[in-house]
């Protein structure tokens, strides 16, 4: 295996995550794929033109482009995307035909699963499809999507070579959900910068925040319906910890993102509580683990989360997590061990695992060694060895046809 191309239609690797489109997908690909890179497979990250100025290549490392491809108005809408998918598969065979051959495809989320199935059929080349999030799963936690993003899920499943899947919880989705052979799904956990995300010396971190001793509570994400922040906020007010402060890092994101940073203000105003949150911007890594060091719980109150990398950064940190009964959260906190796992959606339920936490500090100290120990078991090494090995498998089977 020699040389990867990595689809992601929508979003860059290049772009900071914590806004906007930008998430847990950014950082997958970009972590995988400079892990692929250092281990000697080379890969081009195909992303469509989103600014005029951009360049057309990006090397951003020895073995890790992003090519820009022009596909559309540089600042099309999200919802509009579907619309310009072959215009930018047009541009990403164009680019393939031109340059070096690729020897397989990983496609990221439904568009570029969809620019990815064809792709395959017009260079013979083998597909890995992950998706991050799945349209019947969101649907099931009251976020529909589109009929038409539905059945493209379902003819890229049936026609990959390989889905991987996050977590557990997701490969069992795909398959209830969607039919998918279980023969064809990979279960492969992202990894988590260990340079970045270790542990370190909360009062230090604090102090380089302007943070004092108050009890904090830590919050990091798109602001969005999806992730929640309102359960975090109320939660935060039926504390009997009544000094305890909330750290929202991260900014709107999609259509709603404004509309939601303005609900969640009235909801702050409305609890009297605007001395005790705080709205950060999205940070990046290296200074994004100093927050989670600071704090004293990582709340995650998302509907949805195949994976949920904020759960395993802060787990890498000695931070104890609180978050939803959900998806790949389920797999990464253990319940009663790093940090509590909440079948609820009432931010009293949340507000009373957090307070078990603040008030037992024996325990906390607890949490935070076996979520330490926890995330070590993840590196994108790893990840990256595991699909490596997976690529090499693919382009000596034989493909899978459509049915």
């Excluded at 003819?155 to 490969?171: G, K, L, Q, T």
């Excluded at 936490?357 to 949490?367: D, K, Q, R, S, Y």
């Excluded at 935070?368 to 690529?391: E, F, G, I, K």
Aim: proline share 6%.
């Amino acid at each position: 295996m020699r040389r990867l191309a990595v689809l992601s239609l929508h979003t860059s690797p290049l772009i900071q995550p914590g806004a906007g489109d930008a998430g847990g997908m950014n950082v997958y690909i970009r972590e995988l794929v400079s892990s692929l890179a250092q281990a000697g497979v080379e890969a081009d990250v195909y992303v469509r033109r989103w600014h005029n100025e951009l360049p057309d290549v990006v090397i951003v490392e020895p073995g890790f482009r992003v090519i820009h491809i022009d596909a559309g108005p540089v600042d099309l809408a999200k919802e509009d995307l579907p619309d310009i998918v072959d215009e930018y598969a047009d541009g990403v065979l164009s680019h393939l035909r031109g340059d070096k051959p690729a020897d397989a495809l990983h496609a990221n989320y439904w568009l570029s699963g969809v620019a990815g199935h064809r792709i395959k059929h017009e260079l013979d080349l083998p597909l890995v499809s992950v998706f991050h999030t799945l349209a019947r799963v969101k649907a099931e936690t009251g976020d529909p999507e589109p009929q038409h993003r539905i059945d493209a899920e379902a003819d890229v499943i049936r026609c990959s070579d390989a889905i991987v899947a996050n977590a557990p919880v997701e490969a069992s989705q795909l398959q209830s959900l969607y039919g998918a052979d279980p023969d064809r799904i990979e279960i492969v956990p992202p990894g988590v910068v260990h340079a970045y995300f270790s542990p370190g010396d909360k009062r230090g971190a604090r102090t380089a925040l302007g943070l004092g001793d108050e009890p904090l509570l830590l919050f990091v994400g798109r602001v969005q319906p999806l992730k929640g922040v309102d359960v975090a906020v109320r939660a935060l007010a039926e504390l009997g910890h009544s000094g305890a402060r909330l750290l929202i890092v991260g900014g709107a994101s999609g259509a709603e993102g404004e509309k939601e940073v303005r609900r969640i203000r009235s909801i702050i105003d409305e609890l009297h509580l605007r001395d005790r949150v705080s709205f950060i911007d999205p940070q990046p890594h290296h200074l994004l683990s100093t927050y989670y060091r600071a704090a004293d719980v990582c709340v995650l109150p998302s509907r949805s989360e195949s994976f949920g990398l904020v759960a395993l950064e802060a787990a890498a940190c000695g931070t104890p997590v609180v978050a939803a009964a959900v998806g790949g959260l389920r797999t990464l906190v253990e319940h009663g061990s790093t940090g509590f796992l909440v079948d609820s959606r009432n931010p009293a339920a949340y507000a009373s695992f957090i307070d078990e936490i603040l008030g037992n500090t024996a325990l906390a100290v607890e949490f935070a060694a076996n979520a330490v120990d926890r995330a070590s078991q993840y590196t994108w090494s790893t990840t990256a060895a595991r699909l490596r090995r997976l690529y090499e498998d693919l382009t000596v089977a034989v493909p899978v046809t459509c049915y």
